[in-house]
């Protein structure tokens, strides 16, 4: 056991990592999942805020068991490897906030840095546009780390707090199994509290003992090895450390090949699975979602696996963009494959001014 | 007895650990740098920084569960 777990840590963990995430993710898509969405961890937050009623877009409702996976497995290596210790107390409030904004820059790109990759690696060029703004957003929240920006210091805090979030992974998976209905809509039929899309991205998925397992052996490795899709570029820009980013391009790599090998690769700019062609919002919207990873210490993926150990900060910058992606589809700043939304690029600049101001605030407090 | 400075990493959270431990080494061509961390995340992180900048490091487990890696150069 303590032999894997050096090996998962050493610098072969992300790439093995990256090479499980490039065969699996793209197996999802073969096995159900909606195109080059294998995995993709904001989508897949959005379509739980959809299937718990916080929106109502009937297309992306759906209780995804890779993430319920990814904090379960997670979990499980945190336990044994004893690295489960409950955390909290790093401006929970400003994570929150760094959740929510993070999703409605992602969902005017339609996706997150690992679904960025994906779509790369599936052909989708329009994905690269994505991929510079997140460079660029990464490279904006690396001048505030440079420049003594801190979200604080944890402390310690009771086993039951790193709880909270695997028994709210476990209760999602119970109403995913069981989806309870006993609320009534106008025409009192049987509707709701949880809501499945019948169409669209949100039917699309693969059988949900697959997704689980593929979730839990995913979360299990990248606990280990610390994979995370923006620390593997601001890591190399900031530290020169590549460690991070050997594991993002086996990732991309190994996709490809899986995508070619499952007649899966279609390149070109229009017509790609749930994306659009516009250049500027797809910059935009990465450059929001990267500043906003950044300063939260990592991609949404690392934040699940944090709560995982127990991190509650983790868990409200989870919980800020559940709340992001129900407000994001209410009030129509999520992209559809049309375009931007109305509100799309008026929330990328509100979102990225109040960032930065984050950036420029936000200092460890001596005491 | 040379002084010995101290980077205290504590429930900070990535980059800050290696981050902060380079800012201090950057400006030492040797001597003694101690560094505090409380993840096993900081503890690779710092370590892998500090080798590549050819610092021989040694960890000591503390009783917390904390650990304080010794940086010698």
């Known amino acids: 056991m303590s032999a894997i777990a050096r090996f998962l840590t050493s610098r072969w963990g992300p790439i093995i990592t990256g090479v499980a995430v490039g065969i699996l993710a793209p197996l999802l898509v073969f096995w159900g999942n909606p195109g080059n969405m294998g995995i993709c961890v904001v989508c897949f937050i959005r379509d739980i805020a ?9 297309v992306v409702q759906y209780i995804r068991p890779e993430i319920i996976g990814f904090v379960l497995g997670s979990l499980a290596a945190a ?3 004893k690295e489960f210790k409950p955390r909290t107390g790093s401006s929970p409030l ?5 959740g929510m904004f993070a999703v409605f820059g992602a969902l005017v790109f339609l996706g997150c840095p690992w679904r960025a990759y994906l779509r790369l690696a599936g052909g989708d060029w329009t994905a690269i546009f994505g991929i510079l703004g997140l460079v660029v957003g990464i490279g904006i929240g690396i001048i505030f780390l440079r420049t003594g920006f801190s979200l604080g210091r944890s402390r310690s805090a009771p086993k039951a707090v790193g709880w909270v979030m695997p028994i709210i992974m476990v209760v999602l998976l119970v109403l995913l199994i069981i989806e309870p209905q006993f609320g009534r809509d106008a025409e009192g039929k049987l509707t709701g509290p949880i809501f499945f899309s019948t169409t669209g991205p949100g039917s699309q998925h693969a059988a949900l003992i697959i997704s689980l397992v593929v979730g839990l052996f995913i979360g299990f ?3 280990r090895s610390r994979f995370c899709t923006v620390g593997a570029i601001r890591d190399t820009i900031l530290l020169r450390d590549f460690r991070l980013f050997y594991g993002v391009l086996a990732l991309i790599v190994v996709a490809f090949i899986t995508n070619l090998a499952l007649g899966q690769f279609n390149p070109g700019f229009s017509g790609q699975p749930v994306a659009h062609t516009n250049e500027w919002w797809n910059f935009g919207g990465m450059a929001l979602a990267g500043l906003a990873f950044t300063l939260a210490g990592g991609c949404p993926g690392r934040q699940l696996f944090l709560t995982g150990e127990g991190d509650a ?4 910058f989870i919980s800020g963009m559940l709340v992001g992606a129900g407000i994001s589809h209410t009030y129509s700043m999520a992209s559809s494959t049309a375009g931007p939304g109305v509100f799309g690029p008026f929330i990328v600049i509100a979102g990225l001014v109040i960032c930065v101001v984050i950036g420029l605030t936000m200092r460890e407090v001596k005491v | 007895m040379t002084d010995i400075k101290t980077v205290d990493a504590r429930g900070l959270s990535c980059p800050q650990p290696p981050m902060l431990t380079r800012q201090v080494i950057q400006k030492l061509d040797k001597g003694t740098v101690e560094v505090l961390v409380d993840s096993g995340t900081a503890r690779e992180n710092v370590s892998r920084l500090a080798k590549s900048m050819g610092w021989a490091v040694t960890i000591e487990e503390q009783a917390d569960g904390s650990a304080r890696i010794i940086l010698k150069k």
């Open chain 1, 313 to 316: 900060d983790s868990a409200m």
């Open chain 1, 221 to 223: 490795l990248a606990q």
């Open chain 1, 94 to 98: 400003v994570r929150f906030l760094l």
């Open chain 1, 79 to 81: 336990l044994a490897f």
């Open chain 1, 50 to 58: 959809g299937a718990l009623g916080f929106h109502r877009a009937g």
